[in-house]
C-alpha cells in the first residue's frame, strides 16, 4: 500500500449536497462516488460525474461486486465497474467483504460470509478476477452483520485479515461498522484492531450510529458521535491512512455541520501526524 497516494479527508458524494460541495470545495479534499450511479447511467449523469472529476480527485465505491458469490461474479457488472473506474482514473476504488446475491438473485443488502477457508478461496478467486480487468488498486469494506453463522472458524477480524493478505488488496475500514458490531456482538473493538493487517488499511469510513431498540444500525443519517471519532483517533494512532470518508445518505443537516465533522477528521489525522513525528 505504500505507493497509493495520501488523498487527505473525503466527502461522499450525493446529489442533494452537490451545490454545497462545490461552494466548499477548499474544505473537501476528494469525494468517493457511487459506482452504480454512474452504470447505465443517463447522460446528464455522465456530464456530472466528469464536472466533479474535473475539480476533485475521486473514489470509485462499489456495491455488488458480490466478491463472496461462490458462483463467481457478474462479468457484465465488472465490465461496467470498469467503465466506471478507467473514467474517472482514480488512485483507489472499493467493494465490500460480502455477497450480494446467489443463484441469480438480488438480495438488496451486503450479507456476511461464514468465516471459513472454503469462503476464502471465493474471494481469492473473485478478487483475481477483478484485479485482471481492473488494475487499479482494490481495497475491502468490513460490513455491519446481524446473522454469524455457526460454521464460521475464525473470527471477523481473522477471516479480514486473511482476505485481504491472500488478495493483496487494501483494507477500507469503516469505522463505524466496526463500532457497530463490537456493541452488537459483544466484543472488544480494540482487540479487533490487534488482529487486523493496519498496514494495509488505506481508507476509513465514519458517520454516526442510530439506536434501534437494543441494537445500533448503520444507517448514514446521524453526526459521528464520540464514541465511534475514539475508534477513528485509535486506528490513525497505529497506521497512516490514505483518505477518510464521512458518509452521510440521509437526514442532511446544514452543510456547516458536515464541514465541521471534516474538519474534526482532518484535525484529528494532523494532530497525531505531528505527535508521533514529535
Known amino acids: ?12 458524494f450525493r446529489e442533494p449536497l452537490r451545490s454545497n460541495i462545490f461552494l466548499h470545495r477548499a474544505s473537501i479534499d476528494f469525494l468517493e462516488i457511487t459506482t452504480d450511479h454512474y452504470i447505465d447511467a443517463a447522460p446528464q449523469k455522465l456530464i456530472e460525474l466528469d464536472l466533479l472529476n474535473q475539480h476533485f ?25 470498469a467503465e466506471v473506474v478507467e473514467r474517472v482514473n482514480p488512485a483507489w476504488f472499493s467493494d465490500h467483504i460480502c455477497f450480494t446475491g446467489s443463484n441469480g438473485t438480488k438480495l438488496g ?9 472454503e469462503a ?41 485479515r486473511k482476505v485481504v493478505e491472500e488478495t493483496d488488496c487494501g483494507l ?9 458490531n463490537s456493541r452488537n456482538h459483544g466484543y472488544d473493538w480494540r482487540e479487533f484492531l490487534d488482529i487486523l493487517p493496519l498496514e494495509r488499511v488505506v481508507q476509513l469510513h465514519y458517520v454516526g450510529s442510530l439506536e434501534r431498540g437494543n441494537r445500533l444500525i448503520d444507517a448514514h ?17 497505529r497506521t497512516v491512512v490514505k483518505g477518510s470518508v464521512l458518509e452521510r445518505d440521509e437526514n442532511f443537516p446544514a ?11 482532518r484535525e484529528i489525522c494532523a494532530r497525531i501526524s505531528l505527535q508521533q513525528n514529535i
Open 57 to 81: 480527485p475521486l473514489i470509485p465505491h462499489s456495491l455488488d461486486l458480490s466478491l463472496g458469490s461462490a458462483e463467481g461474479i457478474s462479468e457484465e457488472y465488472l465490465a461496467k465497474v
Open 255 to 265: 452543510f456547516t455541520e458536515i464541514v465541521s465533522e471534516l474538519g474534526k477528521a
Open 120 to 160: 476464502l478461496k471465493v474471494f481469492v478467486q473473485n478478487v483475481t478476477r477483478v484485479k485482471k480487468r481492473i488494475t487499479v488498486p482494490l481495497i475491502l469494506e468490513n460490513i455491519t452483520y446481524d446473522l454469524r453463522y455457526p460454521s464460521s472458524a475464525m473470527s471477523e477480524a481473522a477471516f479480514i
Open 221 to 237: 443519517s446521524t453526526e459521528t458521535e464520540e464514541e465511534i471519532w475514539e475508534v477513528f483517533r485509535e486506528v490513525c494512532r
Open 1 to 12: 500500500m505504500k505507493n497509493i497516494p495520501k488523498l487527505g479527508v473525503g466527502l461522499g
Open 172 to 180: 477500507l475500514l469503516d469505522v463505524t461498522n466496526l463500532y457497530i
Open 109 to 117: 443488502h451486503l450479507a456476511p460470509v461464514p468465516y471459513t477457508d
